[in-house]
């Protein structure tokens, strides 16, 4: 349906092109094909206020999803310390480098151009790879999310021959909207944002005259389930780098990405911790083992009532719209990056006329629905496997560029030398390599597979290039497009390889 969809959308553009522009030779067309490639059209730069919430929403999208961590912790405390602690051995770290990393390359493709400057091309296929399938599994999650808080209003989704439809239009209506523009999008994951955050300040307030701050010490540690609960602190706090695919259409990235980044810090931190104060400090401590995904809904009529529910409901169905639309434009905007980099073939990079990538969103969507059939903590566990894996490629390139390019152009640095960042990563990637220990036998044999693809991938396209079987982005159109200088150009302008850097 989707490839149907592109091709009638083809044909009408041709179409309408033709009639505008007349014809042409047959020479002077495959010229003019040859050269769209290399062009972007002009589309609207993400600001400051959509780039936050499109960060926040590629990490949280609000506090639904993070019940579990309370009875997988067997009570608030821990539930409580993790989203306190966490942030500051994972989620700051991770953002500082993506900061560092994104304002000195600000082009679509993210941390593939980063592993690929510090590692060569094969290691930046690689984590491009790993990525975009760990983001395609996080992005199944959320239409089936949807559906879930609203089949308890609307029992008949509990059908298959209801919920299937339902699964498709709900794919197709989001992937259309990403298609329509990234600050369509931008602006709708300030919009969506708003509207799911507020009930639970609602909630706050009206639970403050029934709050017992002992409550919160309460812990049970016979009941505590160390696998389920790290990879729930990890998956609602990870994907910080994500949002780097987009660099290349984010206005003045070099200003923007910090301010974006420490933004989203607090919105998340503060999405998470507030609700949870309110939710297990308002209610008795019996209450620990019935926390489990939507049960936010419960708390809400618990302390306000069925019209709360109600509200909580609808706004984590439209929470996870938001989820879907932030991690969709990542999705395809790093397959863009690829395509523009000569990883990927050049019809990846194909824009639609409202600037964006339409096969790579196509692509994307189509992952989407082939995975959206796997069990939620299925998904969770692979997609954390694989994304721990990329994690640990990143760290390794932000320390060797600091080494190898010290000269960089880096607009944010932070503000550390090497010590130093050996010093901030060593926590985070400790705690990743702790999550991939403890992942189950089957998670190690899929991600084992996956990880066998994606090597065998590369030469493969390698052997396409080289056999001109599809067509790449040359060199010069590919420099034209990332807007990179030239080695000699950048040799004659510093004087010496050593302060060459991929960007002018």
């Not at 929403?57 to 309370?70: A, I, K, L, N, T």
């Not at 990927?344 to 964006?356: C, E, V």
Request: glycine share 8%.
């Amino acid at each position: 349906f989707f490839i149907f969809l592109y091709v009638f959308h083809r044909i009408t553009e041709t179409s309408q092109d033709k009639s505008a522009g007349g014809t042409c030779l047959m020479g002077e067309e495959t010229t003019a094909n040859d050269e769209n490639v290399a062009k972007t059209k002009p589309s609207p730069k993400l600001t400051l206020l959509p780039l936050v919430f499109l960060i926040f929403y590629e990490v949280s999208g609000g506090p639904f999803g993070v019940e579990d961590s309370v009875k997988s912790g067997g009570g608030p405390l821990l539930a409580l310390l993790g989203f306190l602690i966490f942030p500051l051995i994972w989620s700051i770290p991770e953002a500082l480098i993506t900061a560092e990393l994104a304002t000195s390359f600000p082009e679509n493709g993210g941390y593939v151009v980063w592993i690929s400057s510090a590692f060569g091309p094969f290691w930046g296929f690689q984590e491009g790879f790993w990525k975009w399938f760990s983001g395609v599994m996080d992005n199944a999650l959320y239409p089936v999310l949807f559906l879930d808080y609203l089949k308890h209003s609307f029992p008949i989704l509990n059908h298959v021959a209801a919920r299937v439809p339902a699964l498709l239009i709900i794919t197709f209506s989001l992937t259309y909207l990403n298609y329509r523009g990234l600050h369509i999008v931008g602006f709708s994951a300030v919009l969506l944002a708003v509207f799911s955050l507020c009930p639970f300040l609602v909630m706050a307030l009206l639970a403050v005259p029934r709050m017992r701050p002992q409550r919160w010490l309460f812990v049970d540690f016979k009941k505590v389930n160390w696998r389920g609960y790290l990879n729930t602190m990890f998956w609602n706090l990870n994907y910080w780098d994500k949002a780097s695919t987009l660099a290349g259409e984010v206005e003045s990235p070099g200003e923007t990405f910090p301010k974006a980044l420490f933004g989203a810090v607090l919105l998340v931190m503060g999405s998470y911790l507030i609700p949870l104060m309110a939710g297990t400090g308002a209610l008795s401590e019996s209450s620990s083992g019935e926390w489990s995904d939507g049960y936010f809904a419960e708390v809400g009529m618990l302390i306000g009532g069925v019209w709360l529910k109600g509200w909580i409901q609808a706004a984590a169905a439209m929470s996870n719209l938001g989820l879907f639309e932030a991690e969709m434009s990542s999705d395809a905007f790093q397959l863009l990056g690829m395509s523009e980099i000569g990883m990927l073939p050049a019809f990846f990079a194909q824009r639609s006329k409202y600037g964006t990538p339409t096969i790579s969103i196509l692509c994307s969507a189509t992952g989407v629905i082939f995975l959206s059939w796997l069990s939620f903590q299925e998904i969770i566990e692979f997609l954390n496997f694989l994304y721990a894996l990329g994690m640990l490629l990143e760290f390794a390139a932000f320390v060797k560029l600091r080494i190898k390019k010290p000269d960089l152009n880096r607009p944010y640095r932070v503000p550390l030398n090497t010590f130093g960042t050996l010093l901030l990563c060593l926590p985070p990637s400790l705690l990743v390599i702790l999550v991939m220990v403890l992942a189950a036998p089957k998670t190690f044999l899929i991600s084992g597979f996956i990880i066998v693809v994606g090597f065998c991938l590369y030469p493969f396209l390698e052997f396409v290039k080289e056999k001109r079987w599809a067509r790449f982005i040359p060199e010069d159109p590919r420099r034209q497009v990332l807007g990179v200088q030239t080695e000699s150009q950048l040799d004659e302008e510093h004087g010496d390889e050593s302060s060459a850097s991929l960007l002018p």
